[in-house]
């Protein structure tokens, strides 16, 4: 039994990440020490080309379109030149130094699946750097990243898929780990991550008492030079687009009829305390007249009086709201954990009107094939 399952693991794996980054900077520098490190002519042409590649992206802010325009090239043949000298499309200057994370010991928590009704659990276990969010079976050794390139639906949840291993409503605790900073840790599910409560105040509380190891490998972020939106910006209009900013921001507005009606809110990420606070309190919610419809899907099996917001068309049946405008903080929520799913932080400003997963996704991959974030 998952609930029975208490392990203790220290992180003692050592790769060559644990080192400090100073000893592994090369000490060479100046052009005679530079051209003795060419084994031939082709090794230095393609030193040559890389820097002035990189020379011209910076130029032109990173922007792959504009720099192929004025090279006079392809955008094509400029991202092959980017994958293959590895060239990395965010700016040092602007990135703040953090390090990866993991969690001190492993910890369990026990529940039931929102959408599956399974009871099921969950099992978080420390990885050493660079190994990533990784989703597994408690069942068998299967196992998928927690990645938007292993992101099998969108709908009413956030599912991954590789292979027979499946992972499904993985929002709530993804949005924890990307609030908290951590970056590399196995987690244990038996197909779908439990409700709980229906926010994510239960993995805040799991995290901070499984207490948070800082490691030697740095943390890239991702960082935006310019807007990118998917859908037609306009107040009437489901769109979701990023801009640039100082650290990450969320203004989410939704419009749905009463009760609810309009709601916006704005949430500047701080630290996990802001998170904590402002956003991980906020709960699914769900409308009478939908239930038939998802339990005719197979799903909200496992929806309780307690693990979600009822509304039917006059008034919140079930609870008390933890805020006036729980709604738009709970789609921030979501938002949160699908913004984790390139595998690193990202910075800029995101602004939503009346989107969901499937739009959250598209942005993810409009952000991925522009920044080359493969």
């Known amino acids: 039994m998952v609930e029975k399952i208490v392990v203790s693991v220290p992180t003692t794996s050592i790769t060559v990440n644990d080192i400090p980054q100073s000893i592994r900077k090369e000490i060479e520098s100046g052009p005679a020490q530079s051209s003795v490190r060419f084994g031939s002519l082709q090794e230095a042409e393609d030193a040559w080309r890389k820097n002035y590649l990189v020379y011209h992206l910076r130029k032109n802010n990173r922007d792959i379109k504009h720099t192929a325009q004025q090279l006079k090239i392809d955008e094509a043949t400029l ?13 040092p200057k602007k990135q703040r130094m953090r390090h990866q994370r993991t969690l001190k010991r492993s910890m369990v928590l026990s529940g039931r699946g929102l959408h599956s009704g399974i009871k099921t659990g969950l099992i978080l276990s420390p990885l050493p750097p660079d190994s990533g969010i990784i989703f597994g079976n408690i069942a068998d050794e299967e196992t998928i990243p927690a990645h938007l390139d292993y992101v099998e639906s969108t709908e009413y949840a956030t599912a991954l898929r590789k292979g027979n291993a499946r992972a499904t409503t993985i929002e709530h605790v993804m949005a924890t780990l990307h609030a908290y900073r951590i970056s590399n840790v ?5 197909n779908e991550v439990p409700i709980m409560d229906g926010s994510a105040v239960d993995f805040c509380q799991l995290i901070e008492d499984a207490g948070i190891e800082e490691q030697e490998a740095e943390l890239d972020e991702i960082v935006v030079s310019r807007r ?3 859908g037609e910006i306009g107040a009437d209009q489901k769109y979701i687009c990023i801009d640039p900013a ?5 203004h989410y507005t939704l419009h749905y009829p009463s009760p609810v009606g309009r709601q916006e809110y704005t949430f500047v990420f701080e630290n996990e305390q802001s998170f904590k606070t402002e956003i991980a309190p906020a709960r699914t919610f769900g409308f009478l007249k939908d239930i038939e419809a998802l339990e005719k899907k197979g799903l909200a099996s496992g929806g309780r009086l307690d693990n979600f917001i009822l509304i039917d068309d006059e008034k919140i049946i079930n609870t008390e709201l933890r805020f006036p ?9 979501d938002l949160m954990g699908d913004l984790y799913l390139l595998g690193l932080p990202i910075r800029g400003k995101i602004t939503a009107n009346m989107t969901g997963h499937t739009q959250n996704c598209e942005l993810l991959r409009l952000l991925r094939d522009n920044l080359q974030l493969h």
């Open 79 to 91: 991202s092959s030149y980017i994958k293959q000298y590895g060239i990395i499309l965010t700016d």
């Open 186 to 190: 196995l987690i244990k599910i038996n």
């Open 228 to 230: 990118y939106a998917v």
């Open 246 to 250: 100082d650290t990450l921001t969320i």
């Open 325 to 333: 405008d729980e709604f738009v903080r709970h789609k921030i929520l």
